[in-house]
């Protein structure tokens, strides 16, 4: 199934650049989502901290400079209601359940799924969209 995301903004936090590519390449091909990309974990703060156009955050958990579960943090900290999804290659040590704690909104080991990921993305999109076009409105 394709999505039409041509309106949304993903940012995706992922320090390798071959793992960025990839789920850059799927996304835009299958959602059109416009994509930025943070190299490391202040990046991906700070952007999402400067940039309210960010609807998706696509978070590595294991980053330079700054690590997922605090830039997660610092992220919810400026914006709770931003969808966060964690991904990473190496889950041990209950860190979904760290995660979940912390606030992500969704947790995806890799190699993704990307029928789920995408899946997953439209709810949280979905979720997203209505909570913003509230507070506009209020």
């Known amino acids: 199934m394709d999505y039409v995301w041509n309106n949304y903004t993903a940012l995706i936090a992922e320090d390798d650049p071959l793992n960025y590519k ?39 958990l294991q980053l330079p400079e700054l690590d997922g579960i605090n830039s997660l943090q610092i992220i919810k900290k400026y914006n709770p209601y931003l969808p966060v999804i964690i991904q990473t290659a190496n889950s041990w040590n209950n860190e979904e359940e760290t ?15 990307m029928d789920q990921l995408l899946l997953h993305m439209d709810q949280c999109l979905r979720t997203y969209s209505l909570i913003r076009h509230t507070q506009m409105n209020s």
Do not use: H, S
């Open 99 to 113: 995660c979940a704690q912390a606030g992500c909104d969704g947790f995806f080991n890799k190699p993704l799924n």
């Open 22 to 60: 990839y789920i850059e390449l799927l996304l835009t091909k299958r959602t059109g989502i416009n994509i930025l990309w943070a190299a490391d974990g202040v990046l991906a703060a700070n952007m999402c901290k400067e940039n309210r156009n960010i609807d998706i955050v696509l978070l590595d």
